[in-house]
């Protein structure tokens, strides 16, 4: 059984046609990769699949019930968090702070407790503070605990945003591409943090440009453009498919 199905999802915007009739699976404990030329509708499944959006038509089932239609914080208290394509951080806040936020929505502190301060709400807190602060630890950062997000190395801020959404305990991991704007170096590190979430037990869904990243990292590969799937397969399979050189570099390629 898949851990996220699309069947037949279609988005338009007005004449537009952003997505259309797009199925696919995503298998639990897997790294599949969504890629396309910019424009194809990859960022719009994102959205799609975690309520930005919804579907003009088609369904999308996660462990098996439907969230089509359902609000963006019904579809991450079921288990699916995202970063984004542009980082998107509170700025203002430590970079505790950030993946605090994060662990918000598995607390289950009621308003009566955080305004008496009750012991429950106080232990929850604790208990908060330090799996955000091993999830730091464990993804590099834990020594930038106390600093302003909006002062870390623009690499780390990357490495901040995955955090804060893994401090939710997700079951799918939505990355639209994690590596634009870092360098080489910093590629190789974001290669091995995926790998490694995945060994977490959390499977992982991405939108990325970098080929030898995707190509090196994924068990799956699905191919877009304008807003339809035109191939799909294994990394090398896909590398060869004459529609995806096409679709990347022109007819006469």
Known sequence: MALLSLQGV?????????????TFDVEAGAIISLIGPNG?????????????YM??????????HAIEGLKPHSVAARGILRTFQNIRLFSHMTVLENVLVGRH?????????????????????????????ELLEWIGLSR????????????????????R????????????EPAAGTNPAEKIGLMKLVQSIR??????????????LVMGISDYVHVLDY????????????RHDQRVIEAYLGKGA
Request: proline fraction near 4%; aromatic fraction near 8%.
């Open 55 to 64: 579907p003009s038509s088609g369904s999308i089932v996660f462990d098996e």
């Open 165 to 176: 959404a893994l401090a939710s305990e997700p079951k799918l991991l939505l990355l639209d």
């Open 10 to 22: 279609t988005k338009s915007f007005g004449g537009l046609t952003a997505v259309k009739n797009l």
């Open 227 to 238: 807003g339809e799937e035109i191939a799909h397969g294994k990394p090398d399979a896909v």
């Open 40 to 52: 194809a509708g990859k960022s719009t499944v994102f959205n799609l699949i975690t309520g930005i």
């Open 144 to 163: 930038f605990a106390t600093e302003w997000a909006r002062n870390l190395p623009y690499g780390m801020q990357r490495r901040l945003e995955i955090a």
């Open 199 to 212: 060994d977490r037990g959390v499977t992982v869904l991405l939108i990325e440009h970098d080929m030898k």
């Open 105 to 133: 929505a598995r607390m289950r502190s009621a308003a009566w407790d955080c305004a008496f301060r009750t012991p429950f709400a106080q232990k929850e807190e604790r208990s908060s503070d330090a799996a955000a602060m």
